[in-house]
């Protein structure tokens, strides 16, 4: 009979407090998390020029995987917008394939970093820079909604309106659900009963029906191949690591808790792997869903693991349901975790740090 020395069994106790802490509100929140998903894989697949499908995968993929070997407990992993922003010119150019090849090479050199134990200079990663990063992600989400709103008429604004109110208001007499799930829900049963003339969610692109299956990428093996998916490759690793980084430092200070950025690293890695042999693009953490996750009460890696699961789900079994969605719901959402984002005390503290001189500071490097 095999004994568990007391460290081993700390780690272990420590991994499964990560797991457990938290089950009702990891669950809820892991729920708001998969509906948040859908139209943002299907639009990071666009912006990346392939098929919806390829998003989708990645999404539930790297969800799943990085829940249980990611070193920052509910913080959600997925395909994101700018890695899809990497990708564009390799697919124009190669195809999806070489797309493939690219991703398992994203994974291997993230792993290198993390076994190198790199992520320790985050450290030297001044304050304003990530104030910067957080508010400027604040806006491209909030600017990432407003396409839904082009030629739409008045029941959008109406059902984005109360979708909002939902969300502010519910929280001051009702807690025991996340408010944007009331607010998904009650929104959707609102349209399908009125037969509102609203974008759903199954106006936004096919979704699969079918696992994804086992795929080696259809590239020859050889150093032109080599050449062709190193850059990017590289390109989307410290992309995809900074990113990851920088959001787990955010919901470090947001939970006031800690994580390991090293075996952080070393699992968007391994997740970037497994989504490339499953027919899925290269993806990192998603400041959006990861706030989404934590304000909804998501604490632990059963929340990652839910939102990932459930995305599955939807999208295999509950799939005549999950097109009925509207986007006015999921576009309140996103917009609340815009507005939550932004950090609004750097504005102020704009008015007090002295103005610099770019022109006489760049004579003086000079």
Not at 180 to 187: G, Q
Not at 250 to 273: F, P
Request: hydrophobic letters at 55%; charged letters at 10%; aromatic letters at 8%.
């Amino acid at each position: 009979m095999t004994t568990i020395s007391p460290p081993e069994r700390s780690r272990l106790q420590v991994y499964l407090h990560e797991w457990f802490q938290n089950p009702r509100g990891d669950l809820l929140s892991g729920l708001v998390v998969a509906l948040a998903l859908i139209p943002e894989a299907i639009a990071f697949s666009i912006i990346a020029g392939v098929d919806p499908q390829v998003g989708l995968y990645a999404s539930f993929t790297i969800a799943m995987v990085i829940a249980f070997i990611g070193g920052r407990p509910a913080m959600i992993s997925a395909a994101t917008g700018a890695m899809a922003l990497l990708m564009v010119g390799l697919v124009r150019d190669h195809g999806l394939e070489y797309l493939f090849a690219a991703t398992l090479l994203t994974g291997v050199l993230q792993i290198f970093f993390g076994w190198a134990r790199l992520a320790r200079y985050l450290k030297f990663v001044p304050r304003p820079v990530m104030t910067g990063f957080v508010n400027a992600l604040a806006i491209l989400i909030f600017m990432a909604q407003l396409p839904q709103f082009a030629g739409a008429n008045w029941q959008m604004y109406a059902m984005v309106a109360a979708g909002l109110a939902i969300i502010y208001l519910l929280p001051r007499v009702f807690r025991a659900v996340p408010s944007a799930l009331v607010a998904i829900v009650a929104l959707s049963v609102v349209a399908v009963l009125t037969g509102a003339d609203v974008k759903t969610v199954g106006d936004m692109g096919e979704l699969p029906r079918a696992l994804p299956p086992f795929h080696l990428p259809q590239v020859p093996l050889n150093l032109e191949t080599l050449n062709i998916i190193f850059p990017v490759a590289l390109t989307l690793c410290f992309v995809g690591l900074l990113e990851s980084l920088l959001t787990a430092q955010l919901i470090d200070e947001r939970t006031d808790t800690t994580s390991d950025k090293n075996i952080e690293s070393r699992g968007q890695g391994i997740a970037n792997i497994a989504t490339g042999f499953l027919g899925g693009m290269a993806g990192c953490a998603m400041i959006g869903q990861s706030m989404i996750n934590v304000t909804s009460g998501g604490r632990g890696r059963l929340s990652t693991f839910v939102a990932g699961l459930f995305l599955l789900l939807l999208i295999l079994v509950l799939q005549p349901l999950l097109v009925q969605i509207p986007m006015a719901a999921l576009v309140a959402v996103m917009i609340v975790v815009s507005v939550s984002t932004f950090d609004w005390g750097s504005l102020q503290s704009m008015a007090v740090h002295p103005k610099g001189r770019p022109w006489s500071c760049w004579r003086r490097c000079w």
